[in-house]
Every structure is written in structure tokens, then in C-alpha cells.
């Protein structure tokens, strides 16, 4: 469980870290920012007060898809057989362990963690739009 854990840090914090620094370098440069700095506010004001809540929705709604990715590629790895040993709970591990069925009369089993699967990664794709609606100050 430790290695997936590693795999999925190693390969899913890039995303976000250029997504935030392209937000920043694009904000920098905006006139309330240039406006702010020459009224004499400090860096760190700056950032707190201007950049940061502009740049925060946009970065909310890529960790949430990228949450959601996640969890699509914990149960990738688990069809796979390369995730979560199976004593351990996991989609991927319940669609391996019913692929026999899928050409029997039993092909309803693995309809069911499948729908959770994509019911989950959907809900939290809405949670995150809906919280970059609530955070965007663009959208008051």
C-alpha cells in the first residue's frame, strides 16, 4: 500500500504546482496588482490580499479533478492486480475479482463498484465546481 501511495504523490503533485505557478505569473502582472504596489503594499500583502484569492479557484478545481483521477487510478492499478493487496478493500480489487463473470449470467456484479466508482469521481468533480463558484471573486 506504501508504494501505491508513493506512485500516485510522485506522479500527481506536478499538475498542480505549474498550474499554480502559471496562475501567480499571470496575476503578477495585472493592474490591481501593479496598482497595489504602487500604493506601497508590501509582497506579502500582495499575495495574501490579490493574488492569492484570484488564483485559488482555478487551482481548487484541478486538485479536485486530480483527486478524482486519483481515485481512477488507484482502481486501474487494483484491475491490474498492482494496488492495495486483497484483503484490503478497493474498487479495483472487486472489478478483478468479478471479471470472471462478465460473460456469464452474472455480469450484474460488476455493475455495482463500477457505478460507485464513477459516482464517487463525479460527485467530487461537483463538490470542487462547486466550490471554485463559491471562491471565484469573478463570479460576484
Do not use: K
Not at 12 to 30: K, S, T
Not at 66 to 71: C, D
Amino acid at each position: 500500500m506504501t508504494t501505491v501511495i508513493i506512485v500516485i504523490a510522485a506522479t500527481g503533485w506536478y499538475e498542480i504546482g505549474r498550474l499554480m505557478r502559471a496562475q501567480f505569473l499571470v496575476l503578477r502582472e495585472q493592474e490591481f496588482v501593479q496598482a497595489a504596489r504602487a500604493l506601497g503594499a508590501s509582497n506579502a500583502r500582495i499575495i495574501v490580499r490579490h493574488i492569492l484569492p484570484n488564483a485559488l479557484a482555478p487551482i481548487i478545481v484541478s486538485a479536485t479533478l486530480g483527486v478524482s483521477g486519483i481515485i481512477l487510478l488507484e482502481a486501474a492499478l487494483g484491475f491490474l492486480g498492482y494496488s492495495i493487496p486483497p484483503p484490503e478493500p478497493s474498487w479495483g480489487n472487486m472489478l478483478q475479482n468479478f471479471e470472471q463473470y462478465l460473460l456469464d449470467d452474472q455480469a450484474y456484479l460488476v455493475v455495482f463498484p463500477a457505478t460507485a466508482l464513477v459516482i464517487t469521481a463525479l460527485c467530487i468533480n461537483l463538490i470542487g465546481d462547486g466550490i471554485r463558484d463559491a471562491l471565484d471573486p469573478r463570479q460576484r
